[in-house]
């Protein structure tokens, strides 16, 4: 099993990328480590809604003008090195 997914949603008022993990209890330690990217406006951890979802989400929203097909493959690549990290210093 992947230790995450992401998915661009593109809503009405804000697109935003969602980051749905395996283990929900790392979702604080992984909006901490997201906080460093410039072009993120506000990090939230939500409550998730649908078929085959974890019970939670991070939701990602991002500044104006920030093109979020880039930022969604910035933030999978500093995901896997977080997580090729996290596995390393076990």
């Known amino acids: 099993m992947l ?3 992401s998915e661009i949603r593109n809503s009405p008022t804000q697109p935003t990328i969602k980051i749905f993990l395996s ?3 790392l979702d604080g330690r ?3 480590h997201l906080e ?3 072009e993120i406006e506000t990090i939230e951890i939500r409550e ?3 078929q ?3 019970g939670e989400n ?3 929203f991002l500044k104006e003008g920030v093109d979020i097909n880039k930022m969604q493959q910035s933030i999978e690549s500093s ?3 977080y997580f090729e990290e996290d596995m390393v210093d076990k």
């Open 3 to 5: 230790p995450f997914r």
């Open 23 to 25: 283990d929900e209890s």
């Open 30 to 32: 992984i909006k901490k």
């Open 36 to 38: 460093h990217f410039k």
């Open 48 to 50: 998730s809604i649908g």
């Open 52 to 54: 085959n979802r974890v």
């Open 58 to 60: 991070i939701t990602i």
């Open 79 to 81: 995901l896997w090195w």
